[in-house]
């Protein structure tokens, strides 16, 4: 397995920046944030708000020569572009497609429907599979493949419904990012289980950790901690990711609260030792 990170966690750091940070550190890819972008200075950057390791969205095409020179520059593969996209926004998602091969990068993420109870899930399943079934096509027009990423808080938050949605469809081109530290604040089946289930669909795997604890007023909740300290057992993870003939990428994104360069710098000593 090869070890890359979702720049989501590097929010401090312009993508020159963050392309350097890697290589030297030793990772063998990058997984870029792809969103909407725009220089704001003095403002505080955040994971989900001011990030400045991002690649524009709307200017991904005319740029994405630009992006692949600069990770070639540092000895980096693209693994993976990860948009914010829902499934239905096709003209975003085939243009994102297009870069993907232009990069050289074989994947790149969108997002299944949201669950908050507002819409019967029957529904938005039928929905996804209507609009997935467009995204195939993109991605097979363009040598690439869309991965959905099990998520808490939408309508794959494990294994087991992540296939029941990529099931319909043709594994070359429509996969999932399995995210065990997802699956920890909805529920999962075992991980070996869930992982042979996916079989050919499991794509690349996100790396981070959470944990269950009380808030001031005695709820439980669950939050993020730190790679080694939360609930997700890593070093079964990958003994599992192994039996099952996984050879991808274990992409960190760590969101515990640490150094940025200091909690790389763990986390990969980390994953090596496992």
Known sequence: MKFSVFTVMMPEFSPEETASILSKMGFDGVEWRVEKFFEKAGERTSYWGYNRSTIDLASILEKAQEVKSLADRNGLEICCLATYLGVDQKRDIERVAKASNLMGCPYFRVGAPRYDGTVDYNQLYSETIRNVKEVERIAKENGVTALLEIHMGNIMPSAGLAHRIVSNFDPEHVGVI??????????????????????????????????????????????????????????????????????????LEDFSEQDTTSKLKRDLEYLRKL
């Open 178 to 251: 399995y995210d065990p530290g997802n699956m920890v604040y909805e529920g999962y089946e075992q991980w070996k289980m869930g992982m042979e289930l996916l079989g050919r669909y499991l794509r690349h795997v996100h790396v981070k950790n959470s944990a269950w604890r009380k808030d001031s007023a005695g709820k439980w909740m669950a939050e993020s901690a730190k790679l080694e300290e939360g609930i997700v057992d890593w070093r079964q993870v990958i003994s599992n990711l192994r039996a099952v003939g996984y050879n991808g990428y274990l992409s």
